[in-house]
C-alpha cells in the first residue's frame, strides 16, 4: 500500500514520510484519496498539464522581497525578452498577477490615451469579442469588427478600414483565435498599420501562440503582446505578462484608469526596486522559471512547435479515420488546437461522450464558436504524440459504447 502511495505522490515525498511516521491509519486515510494525486490529461486551451518537475519547483516558499526571489523575477523577465527575439534596449516584459485576461485588460487600460484614445478591435471568435467588451466596460471609444469564426482576419477588409479612419490610436488582434482555432495574419495586418497608420500602437493577443508559433516583433510592427505563464511555455496558472515596446509604453504614463492594472507604474517598480507593488505569485514564478529552463531545454519555440505540430499530425489523422470533421477547411495551418464538429449520428451527446471520457481521465472543451456545434481537442502543455494515441482510443471507445457507427458518416 505504500508503495502505491508513494507512486501516486512522487512528487510530494513529505506526504509519503508524513504517513510512516504517523501510521498504518493514516495509510489507509490516504489510499482511499489516491485519486487525489492522479493528473488527468488535458487536452484543452488551458490551463493545461505541466511536467513533474515543474509542479516540485512549487514546493518552496519564498519572500517576495527575498533577494533569491527578487533575481527570480529579473530572470523571467529577461528571459521572456528572449523567448520574444527582442532586446531590452527596445523591448522589456511586465508580469501582471492573474489569468491572461488580466494582461489584456492592463493593456487597454494603461495605453489607450483617455482623451482621443480609439481602438480597433479585429475580431473573429471569443477572445477577439472579449477585447471589445473590455473596452465596453471601461468606456473606452472602440469599433468592433467582426470577421467569420471559421476564417481569418480579413486583411483586405482592413486595409479599407485603415484607409477609411485615421482616427484609431490603437489596433488590437488574436494572434490564435483559440474559440476555434484560426491563426491570424499578424505580421500582414501589422504592415498595413505602419503604412496607413503609422502613429497607431499595435497589441496582439498571442495568448495561445507565444512559444509555439513563432511571431516577429519587428517586421510585425508589435508594440504589446500578453500571454499567460500556463500556455505553450508550460508554468502553472497564476500570472501573465505583457511584452512591451519601451519607447511607446513610457509615453503612456498618466493614462491607465486602473491602479493594479497600470503597467507603466508596474514596470517602473519592477526597474527600480525589482519586486512588484504587490503580492506576486511566488509559487508559480518558481515553477515558471523550472518551465523556462525545460523550454530552453527541447528546442526553444522551434522544439516546442515542432512536438505540438506533431500532436496535432496524429490527432487530425486518428480523427479523420474515425470519421470526424474539422470547423476549419485545410488551407489552415495552426496546430494549437483543432475544433471538430458533432457527428450528425442520432447517438451523440456531447455532455455524455465528454463524461465517458473524463472517467478514462481525458479532458477535453466544449466548442465556443457561435455558428456550429462543435468540441476543441488541444495539443499544447505536456502532451506528447503517444498521450494523442491514447486519447484517440478511448474516443474510439466512447463513441463506441453510446452506439454511434464508425467510421462517423457526415
Known amino acids: 500500500m505504500l508503495s502505491t502511495l508513494r507512486q501516486r505522490c512522487n512528487y510530494l515525498p513529505e506526504v509519503v514520510n508524513l504517513v510512516k511516521k504517523q501510521g498504518a491509519s493514516n495509510i489507509r486515510r490516504f489510499s482511499v484519496n489516491k485519486r487525489v494525486f492522479s493528473d488527468k490529461k488535458l487536452f484543452t486551451p488551458g490551463p493545461l498539464g505541466v511536467s513533474l518537475s515543474v509542479k516540485q519547483a512549487m514546493l518552496r516558499d519564498l519572500g517576495s522581497r527575498d533577494v533569491e526571489f ?3 523575477v529579473k530572470y523571467l523577465r529577461s528571459q521572456l525578452l528572449k523567448v520574444a527575439g527582442v532586446t531590452s534596449i527596445n523591448f522589456t516584459s511586465i508580469p501582471v498577477q492573474g489569468s491572461g485576461t488580466y494582461a489584456v485588460e492592463a493593456v487597454f487600460q494603461s495605453t489607450v490615451p483617455r482623451s482621443g484614445g480609439k481602438v480597433l478591435v479585429l475580431e473573429n471568435g471569443a477572445y477577439g469579442k472579449r477585447m471589445g467588451k473590455i473596452c465596453s466596460v471601461l468606456g473606452i471609444d472602440h469599433h468592433l469588427e467582426n470577421f467569420p469564426e471559421d476564417d481569418r482576419v480579413d486583411s483586405t477588409k482592413v486595409e479599407k478600414i485603415l484607409k477609411a479612419d485615421g482616427a484609431f490610436t490603437n489596433v488590437a488582434i488574436v494572434h ?7 491563426v491570424n495574419p499578424v505580421e500582414e495586418i501589422g504592415e498595413m498599420l505602419r503604412k496607413y497608420s503609422p502613429g497607431a500602437s499595435y497589441f496582439v493577443d498571442a495568448m495561445s501562440s507565444f512559444g509555439a508559433i513563432p511571431l516577429d516583433f519587428e517586421s510585425s510592427n508589435i508594440d504589446y503582446l500578453v500571454s499567460s505563464a500556463n500556455k505553450c511555455l508550460e508554468g ?13 509604453l513610457l509615453k503612456c504614463k498618466g493614462f491607465s484608469r486602473s491602479l493594479s492594472l497600470d503597467l507603466v507604474d508596474q514596470y517602473e517598480n519592477l526597474e527600480k526596486t525589482g519586486q512588484f507593488r504587490f503580492t506576486p505569485p511566488t509559487h508559480a514564478m518558481l515553477a515558471f522559471k523550472q518551465a523556462l529552463l525545460e523550454f530552453e531545454g527541447e528546442g526553444g519555440t522551434v522544439g516546442r512547435a515542432k512536438r505540438y505540430r506533431d500532436n496535432h499530425k496524429v490527432l487530425q489523422e486518428g480523427m479523420r479515420s474515425l470519421g470526424f470533421r474539422e470547423l476549419l477547411d485545410d488551407s489552415h495551418k495552426g496546430y494549437i488546437i483543432t ?10 451527446n456531447f455532455e455524455k461522450f465528454y463524461e465517458k471520457l473524463n472517467e478514462k481521465d481525458q479532458v477535453i472543451y ?19 504524440p503517444a498521450d494523442m494515441k491514447h486519447l484517440l482510443g478511448c474516443i474510439k471507445e466512447a463513441c463506441q459504447d453510446m452506439g454511434i457507427s464508425l467510421p462517423i458518416k457526415q
Do not use: M, W
Open 339 to 348: 475544433s471538430f464538429h458533432y457527428p450528425k449520428d442520432p447517438n451523440f
Open 176 to 182: 490564435c483565435e483559440t474559440s476555434s482555432g484560426v
Open 366 to 384: 466544449p466548442g465556443k464558436v457561435l455558428n456550429a456545434d462543435c468540441f476543441r481537442i488541444g495539443n499544447i502543455g505536456q502532451l506528447y
Open 236 to 248: 502553472v496558472p497564476g500570472f501573465s505578462f505583457v511584452i512591451a515596446r519601451l519607447n511607446h
Open 70 to 72: 527578487i533575481q527570480t
